[in-house]
């Protein structure tokens, strides 16, 4: 059963718009969530992450958004640049381990 | 600096054959895990460690094996490789729920 959703395969955004990733899920126990970027042929990296006790959290062009009562989370890239084409998943650590999204691709069109 | 490494970045092997991937992680972490990524399913857990001589099945686990004789290693052994392990393998560690650390990934082909 899959407890942290992505529902969107593909995203494709014009450079220098905003990019809305989504992300659901549905243990209510979760209190902690990362958004990892994973380029082809390398491995997933930590981007940035949020815990339960906020509803939003930035750095630079990446905010994080978490709404609790709708279980949803959203990574919004604001401006979109080319470099930012990649994999990104979301996941929510519990119990020591990891729950992760099935991963949205984004391509960022110049 | 600290790192996690695999090897071999790419194998093909035939079916039937054992195959090992190794995973070396110099953060000193006690978690450690192996995912598998194919398209449509995201990053599936075959196997993980919470510290030496632990290990425990994840979602994916039939036709796997691992073995963690220390903290800076997890290798990962197909008893027996079937087409339909072909994909691309990541090592990650971590410490308790901090963020997990990732390998640079395995490309496994069986044909």
């Known amino acids: 059963d899959q407890q942290v959703k992505q529902n969107s395969p593909s995203l494709s955004v014009q450079e220098g718009r905003i990019s809305i990733l989504n992300c659901d899920y549905t243990?209510?126990?979760?209190?902690?969530f990362l958004w990892y970027k994973k380029y082809p042929a390398e491995g997933p990296t930590f981007l940035i992450s949020?815990?339960?006790?906020?509803d939003k959290n930035e750095d630079g062009r990446f905010t994080v958004f978490l709404n609790k009562s709708a279980k949803h989370l959203s990574l919004h890239i604001v401006p979109s640049q080319p470099g930012d084409s990649a994999v990104y998943f979301c996941?929510?650590?519990?119990?020591?381990?990891?729950?992760f999204g099935t991963g949205t691709s984004l391509t960022v069109i110049p | 600096d600290a790192e996690i490494t695999q090897s071999p970045r790419h194998k093909i092997t035939e079916t039937g054959r054992q195959v090992t991937l190794a995973c070396h992680q110099t953060?000193?972490?006690?978690?450690m895990f192996w995912y598998r990524q194919d398209l449509g399913h995201g990053l599936r857990l075959i196997h993980y460690?919470?510290?030496?001589?632990?290990?425990n099945k994840g979602e994916v686990s039939d036709g796997y094996s691992v073995s963690r004789s220390n903290t800076e290693d997890l290798p990962l052994t197909l008893e027996s490789a079937a087409s339909s392990q072909t994909s691309v393998y990541f090592c990650?560690?971590?410490?308790?729920?901090?963020?997990?650390?990732f390998g640079q990934g395995t490309r496994l082909t069986v044909v």
């Open positions: 243990n209510s126990m979760f209190d902690y």
């Open positions: 460690s919470y510290g030496v001589q632990d290990t």
């Open positions: 949020i815990s339960s006790i906020k």
């Open positions: 996941a929510a650590p519990w119990g020591n381990q990891f729950y």
């Open positions: 953060w000193n972490h006690n978690n």
């Open positions: 990650a560690s971590s410490q308790g729920t901090a963020e997990a650390f």
